[in-house]
């Protein structure tokens, strides 16, 4: 078992063509649409499935550990919290531009793997994309600690981008999205 949240367990499995470790992410009820976007920092699922008592998402097996079991020994360096927050940021980029959200932004979903490369796990198709910038920004600002000014800018200037990534969703729920100024 390599984890457990509100939906439901991860473990460990192996996926035999081609021959690999695979983690199997299995839910309480029926499993949520993965979302298909391919990007470097996203956990890619490769299949979906059901067992006795929902469904299941078979995804790459990232070898390392969470965010959360990290920040459980010390909190993450600026340095380390800028590089996570630059490539989250792009994985986040893709999926809002292909039309999704992740809605499950966490430590725990933030996996480190052998390198120390972040890609964040688990997501779905649920959620808002300013939602998951918010999330991003708190989670980043927890790993830290107390975070200096210039983390601080970096996290401010998250959480601005994402009020306008909800105020441009609110103009397009409106309407017919934003009018140019002349």
Known sequence: RLGAGPRGAVWE???FEPPRRVAIKLFRGAAPRPPSVPAE?????ASVGRWAEGGCWIRERVEGESLAD???RFPLVEAEAIR?????????????GAGCAHGRVSAGNVL???DGDA???DGGAEGRPAGDLERLAMVLGE?????????AGLLGAIAAAASATAARAAARAAGGGATAAR
């Open 13 to 15: 499995g192996v996926r």
């Open 41 to 45: 920092g996203l956990v890619h699922v």
């Open 70 to 72: 990290r920040m459980r």
């Open 84 to 96: 996570v927050a630059d490539r989250l940021l792009g994985a986040l980029e893709a999926l809002h």
């Open 112 to 114: 480190f793997d052998a």
């Open 119 to 121: 890609w964040l796990a």
């Open 143 to 151: 790993a830290v600690g107390a975070p200096s000014p210039r983390l």
